[in-house]
């Protein structure tokens, strides 16, 4: 147990439906972290959130929308999803990202399948 | 462009030590982290490593050569729970977080 929750940790779904992840983090950090990890591929990150603010976007295709209600919470909402979108999909959590030794704590992932 | 070169997968035997690389060309260095996955788990934090020099942290031990931009962690007394991917990730002076692909790690008895 790391201290970072996800639900759901497995998702199977169509290319027209709509759907959320959850992530929550009982480590009262600050900055907050949606990843893609793909099978043999480095982690990818997505988005980034910072006392609440969304501080990075790496060319994440709109259909992924992140929400970062208060410094524990962070979603992803997905719709109209490609095949190529299946993955496992983690949140992570850190202190202070502006700080080198900073560490990411990980939750376990939501294994997305997009049929 | 950055980039984490780590092998792909490896193969020991129970009892025994293995020595995962990496090597990394980043813009700028921050640290270097190591984290363990098992199958379907969350990466777990192992180890930091800012300056030269070795750190050892009971069976484990992280490596760091700055100026040859190469890492390496040291698994000693190796044991089937040890099976698992290895993530090598670099912190560049942005403090962005490059990551390395894994290394995945067979234990065989």
């Known amino acids: 147990e790391t201290g970072v929750t996800q639900t759901p940790r497995h998702l199977v779904m169509g290319m027209t439906n709509k759907k959320s992840l959850k992530c929550e983090q009982h480590?009262?950090?600050?900055?907050m972290y949606w990843y893609k990890q793909s099978a043999k591929k480095p982690l990818e990150l997505m988005f980034v959130?910072?006392?609440?603010?969304?501080?990075e976007n790496n060319s994440v295709p709109s259909r992924f929308s992140p929400e970062c209600p208060n410094s524990s919470h962070l979603f992803l909402h997905l719709h109209t999803l490609q095949p190529e979108d299946s993955a496992l999909y983690l949140c992570?959590?850190?202190?202070?990202?502006?700080?080198?030794?900073?560490?990411?704590?990980f939750g376990p992932g939501t294994r997305l399948t997009v049929l | 462009g950055q980039n984490i070169d780590q092998p792909t997968e490896m193969t020991a035997t129970e009892g025994a030590i293995v020595q995962i690389n990496c090597t990394y060309q980043?813009?700028?260095?921050?640290?270097l982290f190591w984290y363990q996955q098992h199958a379907g788990e969350a990466p777990t934090f192992l180890s930091y490593?800012?300056l030269d020099g070795l750190e050892e942290k009971g069976r484990f031990s992280s490596f760091l050569s700055r100026s040859k931009g190469y890492s390496y962690l040291l698994l000693k007394e190796l044991q089937m729970k040890d099976s698992a991917s290895y993530l090598c990730?670099?912190?560049?002076?942005?403090?962005?977080?490059?990551w390395g692909a894994g290394t995945k790690l067979i234990i065989k008895p």
């Open positions: 992570a959590s850190s202190q202070d990202p502006s700080t080198g030794s900073d560490t990411q704590y």
């Open positions: 480590l009262g950090h600050n900055a």
């Open positions: 959130y910072s006392l609440e603010e969304r501080v």
């Open positions: 980043t813009s700028g260095f921050n640290g």
């Open positions: 490593n800012v």
């Open positions: 990730a670099v912190r560049d002076s942005n403090y962005q977080l490059i």
